[in-house]
């Protein structure tokens, strides 16, 4: 079984930038699997944030964070980084790392989350 570990969440104000990582307990897990970012606000469902694959590194985002949010990787590290820049109130939200089995396509193995609090 492995355990992805979020951690950098955390209180900023509108504007501020705030870096997010999350750590996988497997060794190469993010060599072998494609890694996303998701985030679920108070009230609403859990969406995708930001994307990237395992092999290319080929990054996808979402409209609300696109030219904003930097999705990255360190495969020594075994660590994806979520870089929140511009950040605003409405990026407030509970935000889950995932991995994603190629075979399946789906995301199979979730963190717990990291609370980012966004003020105006």
């Known amino acids: 079984q492995v355990q992805l570990e979020e951690s950098g969440g955390g209180l900023g104000q509108a504007g501020d930038s705030l870096r997010l990582s999350c750590v996988a307990s497997?060794?190469?897990?993010?060599?072998?699997?494609?890694m996303g970012w998701f985030r679920q606000a108070p009230g609403k469902e859990r969406e995708f944030v930001a994307g990237?694959?395992?092999?290319?590194?080929?990054?996808s985002y979402s409209d609300s964070v696109r030219g904003r949010f930097i999705i990255s990787r360190d495969n020594a590290r075994n660590t994806v980084y979520l870089q929140m820049n511009s950040l605003k109130p409405e990026d407030t939200a509970v935000y889950y790392c995932?991995?994603?089995?190629?075979?399946?396509?789906?995301?199979?193995?979730w963190g717990q989350g990291t609370q980012v609090t966004v003020s105006s």
């Open positions: 995932a991995g994603k089995s190629a075979a399946r396509g789906t995301y199979d193995y």
């Open positions: 497997r060794r190469a897990f993010i060599m072998v699997y494609d």
């Open positions: 990237i694959s395992r092999s290319e590194s080929t990054t």
